[in-house]
Each structure stands twice: as structure tokens, then as C-alpha cells.
């Protein structure tokens, strides 16, 4: 990567410039010296055409030294404009301007990684001792809802969020393409040992998912009031998600909507016509 090195580039090629100069003006110098002392050997010219000669290619070396200083001093300026990336990436921001100064330990810039893509997912705390890194893991993504993305848990963290009363989990998506790119936002489905047990699937829209990791729905009693109740949620793919405690076979269950219930309010069922597992 280079940070704006377009002026310091075009100063090091002028410096290397001068520095050819230079070097062709000792070389054309130290031609007329050796002329001059082989004609004043003979007695052509004057010995002070001699020490003329000789001064000139004097001045000459120094004029060179100062090209190469020069040349090593924009050499230096190049190389501080140039960035050595730690991994392969995009730059997403730029922190710092042309012409301006910086320190060490300075961010100049925000280099984002493309591959592997990291999906980190909250759990609910209860949750969390089910989870090992074998756990099978499947990714939905919300810009591709028709498609599965397998993935791997490579970290689970123990430090918990007290506010959310859930704990992290790290997964990197196996098949991640240009598609799926960081930013994006998905849902994460985790496949724990006990969500083989029977329940009843319903639409993953129904389930209302709270800041402590709880779950909830809606249900309509024969008044066709809504009343909120706790569901335990088991596994969770993108046909539905079974409630293995909370419901039973004659519940009906707020599916649209329910995002602006209230206890007690009054509805309107429009369709109830799904068959539930």
C-alpha cells in the first residue's frame, strides 16, 4: 500500500536525475585532468591550465556527494510513504491527508480482510455450556436468504456482556464469496445435542428474541386476545424454528405483526390455515 506517494515519487526521480548529472559532469572532469597531465607533460599547456582542471573536477565530486545525499534523503522520504500491509485487504477508510505529519503508533488508515469472513454471534448464557467448538453451525445470510452458508466455531469467549446476559461466539464461514463481504449482517443457527427432541416448527418471524437471550411469542386466546408467553427454542434453520417447551398443539401463534403487540390487545386472524409439525 502507498499513502499519497505520488509527490514523493516524482522528488526521487528528480533527485536520481541530479545524481546522473553530477556523475557525468566528474566523469567529463577527470577526462580533461588526465588530458591536461599527459599535455603538460609534454609542455602544451601551462600549469595552471593543469590546476584549473584539477579544481574543476574537485568542485565536480562535491557537487556529486551532495546529489547522492539528496538522492538517499528522497530515497527515505519514498520508503515512509510506503505501508507494508500485514494481510491481504481493502482499504475501507483513510485516517491521514497528503502533506501531513504523523508520529509513531498513528493510524493512518483501516485496512479490512476479505477472507476468512468472521461472523460473531451472542448466545444466551444458559446456552453457552451446550456449545464446543465441534458444534455444527450453519450461516443465513440476510442479503441471501436462499442461501446456507456452512461455518466453523474457531473461539468461544467467557466473558459474558452483563447488560445482555450472553456470551460470544466466533465463527469463521467456510464458503464465504465476493458475496458475503464484512458488514454484512446474518443469523447464525447452532446445533446443540439436545434440540433433536420433538417440538412444533414455526416461522422464525413468530419468535420474538429479547436482550437477556429469552424467547418469546405471541398467542390468541379464544377472546382473540394476544398474550405474550416464554418458548424454549431448539434447533433453527431457514424453514422455521422448533419450540421444544412453551407451546402445545392447539396454541395459535402470532406470525406477522407481533413486533408491535402489547398484553391483552385485541386481533384479527386473517389466515390460520398452516399445518404446525
Known amino acids: 500500500m502507498r499513502q499519497d506517494a505520488a509527490i514523493a515519487s516524482q522528488q526521487l526521480e528528480q533527485a536520481k536525475a ?97 477472507e476468512p469472513v468472521r461472523l460473531d454471534v451472542n448466545v444466551p448464557q444458559e446456552k453457552f455450556s451446550d456449545i464446543t467448538l465441534e458444534t455444527r453451525v450453519e450461516i443465513l445470510p440476510d442479503a ?55 417440538g412444533y416448527r414455526i416461522p422464525r418471524d413468530a419468535v420474538l428474541r429479547h436482550p437477556d437471550g429469552g424467547r418469546s411469542v405471541f398467542i390468541i386466546n379464544e377472546n382473540n386476545q394476544a398474550h405474550r408467553r416464554s418458548v424454549d427454542v431448539g434447533s433453527e434453520d431457514s424453514d422455521g424454528i422448533i419450540i421444544t417447551d412453551g407451546l402445545t398443539a392447539d396454541d395459535l401463534v402470532v406470525v406477522r405483526g407481533n413486533e408491535v403487540l402489547q398484553e391483552n390487545d385485541e386481533v384479527e386472524i386473517v389466515r390460520d390455515d398452516k399445518k404446525r409439525n
Open 18 to 114: 541530479a545524481t546522473n548529472e553530477a556523475q557525468a559532469r566528474v566523469d567529463e572532469a577527470q577526462r580533461l585532468v588526465d588530458e591536461a597531465q599527459r599535455l603538460r607533460g609534454e609542455n602544451y599547456i601551462s600549469a595552471t591550465e593543469l590546476a584549473n582542471r584539477e579544481s574543476n573536477f574537485a568542485l565536480n565530486q562535491a557537487a556529486l556527494a551532495a546529489a547522492q545525499a539528496m538522492q538517499k534523503t528522497a530515497e527515505e522520504q519514498f520508503r515512509r510513504h510506503e505501508l507494508p500491509a500485514p494481510f491481504s485487504g481493502v482499504i475501507s477508510s483513510k485516517m491521514t491527508e497528503a502533506g501531513e505529519w504523523v508520529n509513531r503508533g498513528d493510524q493512518v488508515l483501516e485496512l479490512v480482510a476479505l
Open 144 to 198: 441471501l436468504p436462499s442461501r446456507k452458508l456452512s461455518g466453523k466455531i474457531t473461539a468461544l469467549v467467557p466473558v459474558s456482556n452483563a447488560q445482555a446476559r450472553s456470551f460470544l461466539v466466533r465463527i469463521v464461514i467456510d464458503s464465504a464469496d465476493a458475496t458475503l463481504l464484512p458488514g454484512t449482517s446474518a443469523s447464525a443457527v447452532l446445533y446443540l445435542g439436545g434440540d433433536e427432541r420433538k
